[in-house]
């Protein structure tokens, strides 16, 4: 009688029928559905002609027409394709073994090194935390720059923008900040970049001993718009998994422009309509939401600072981008053109640059010592122009006449070769010597 009874409650697990959608339109990366009652976020496969299934999400619908948009290249795909919603998907596992792997969007490995697996189910959206919870950010954080740990010194679970036009130095100098962070884990989200980069990145920024404490998350240019989403909420996810287990981890996201030209592509698609420079306005809603996941999170121990690359197109520094991000960031650091022209590596223009945890994390001499820094730099540009064509005569004002006499070496002190170290204490040291 139990086996009867075993047998019927078996037997009314078992689906009826399956739901089944037929694919009905196709216009460039985003396709139309129906048929099938399907929710957004809900992940789905469709039938292409030659028998394969091709991955895709509902990301919005109108009346009986689920829109879904695929997570690679749609091909092969006709018109009255089956589609078949997933009821229920493959939860992504981390552990340790995640440390040294690269992976894609969905968390699929890419370096031909076998599958993942872990102890853990790791979130799909990265999980938000109370702000009254938050552990506030009270250590420095050694990035091993000298323009940055003594002028614009950061903390531990401090957010910040590295701002600059294309070819300005901003991937070099990510680069640099990764080899010499100290950093449990280093979690690096490489979104709508060039493919050759990916290589570069891992074989000359993190090296084998730097990528045995990182995890890499790629989806270079050709990927379509929603893996490089799901690219960049995976690696804050993966941050905030590693955090919550009590390790300082380091979030590097190169770039957060390309997230945002990834929301607007998918937007568009959808019908929304383009408000500032092509952006529709959910851009600028979603960013600070990706954005507030990164940080500190409850617990006393543990860690999570993040650096995100923001391209200023055409070097606009009021790119809708650029100052969405600086209004939400815990600070920025911009990389001028003319510095680089110059030959001034790093490219850090500490005029236009701030760090809003600065004064949490230093000590009143060190903060006395940059803002001396900082003016007599100020005092040099009035007069730079004028220095070659003998038009400035000493004597007229004393503290213009120091920073002429001081700027070589102040130049020579945030100069900076790209595989030089520059620890904290040092860095700091120096300048307030410098300053004295």
Known sequence: MISDVLRRLELGSVPVATP?????????????????????????????????????QVVGFREDVSYLMPFKSP??????????????HEELRIGPSWLGRIVNGLGEPVDGRGRLDGEHVLEPQPPRVNPLRKKPVREPLDVGVRAINGVLTLGKGQRVGLMAGSGVGKSVLLGLITRNTRADVIVV???????????????????????????????????????????????HSIAVYFRDQGLDVLLLVDSLTRYAMARREVALALGEPPATRGYPPSVFTLMPQLIETAGNGENERGSMSAIYTVLAEGDDQQ???????????????????ELAERGHYPAI??????????????????????RRLTALVARYEQVRELLPLGAYVQGSDPETDRAVELYPRIEAFLHQGTREAAPLAETVARLEELMA
């Open 20 to 56: 089944t959608g037929r694919l009905v339109g196709a216009s460039g990366v985003l396709l139309e559905s129906i048929g099938c009652a399907l929710h957004t976020g809900q992940r789905c496969r469709i039938e292409t002609a030659s028998g394969a299934w091709l991955d895709a």
């Open 75 to 88: 091909e092969g795909l006709a018109t009255g394709a089956r589609v078949l919603p997933q009821l229920e």
């Open 189 to 235: 989200g490489l979104i709508g970049e060039r493919g050759r980069e990916v290589r570069e990145f891992v074989d000359l920024s993190l090296g084998e001993e730097g990528l045995k404490r990182a995890v890499v998350v790629v989806a270079p240019a050709d990927e379509s718009p929603l893996m490089r989403l799901r690219a960049t909420e995976l690696c």
């Open 319 to 337: 790119d809708p981008v650029v100052d969405t991000a600086r209004a939400i960031l815990d600070g920025h650091i911009v990389l001028t053109r």
């Open 349 to 370: 223009d500490i005029l236009k640059s701030i760090s809003r945890c600065m004064a949490l994390v230093t000590t009143p001499e060190h903060q006395r010592a940059a």
